[in-house]
């Protein structure tokens, strides 16, 4: 079983256990307007709607009344989350913002999710919900 604090490409950072959740209600599910980079041809940061279940599953939509069109299974998908900082090949970032609002999930298959908080505190909470459910699925 792999240890939530490392992975064979990177370590995990620490996480602030006192960071604020946000949208998160008492059914465990925390949800907001992230950017999310992507595209087919031309890829590009675009807001979307995140939604993070008791289940651990992270649906994306277009926006809040939207069904997902994409959905990750933390517990079959995400190999680890990373910081803005430590991507090495992080795209250009619209203006104003910065590393430090940025986080990437690792997923199988060599795929991943680059997603865009507009603070770094939004960052980090988002992040901190996603790694709360990345522990808990591996123990």
Known sequence: MCSPNSHK??????????TQFGSMNVFG????????????????WKKRFLRLTA?????????????????????????AIVEGKEILDLPKLPSGASKDSCFAL????????????????????TRFCCFIFYIIILE
């Open 9 to 18: 490409y990177f370590s995990l950072p620490a996480v602030d256990c006192d």
């Open 55 to 79: 289940e651990g599953s992270l649906l994306v939509c277009h926006d809040a009344l939207s069904p997902p069109h994409q959905a990750v299974l933390l517990q079959r998908n995400c190999e």
């Open 29 to 44: 599910i925390h949800h907001g307007v992230l950017r999310m980079y992507g595209g087919f041809i031309f890829k590009q």
């Open 106 to 125: 690792i997923l199988t298959q060599n795929k991943y999710l680059l997603l865009l908080a507009d603070t770094p505190t939004d960052c980090r909470s």
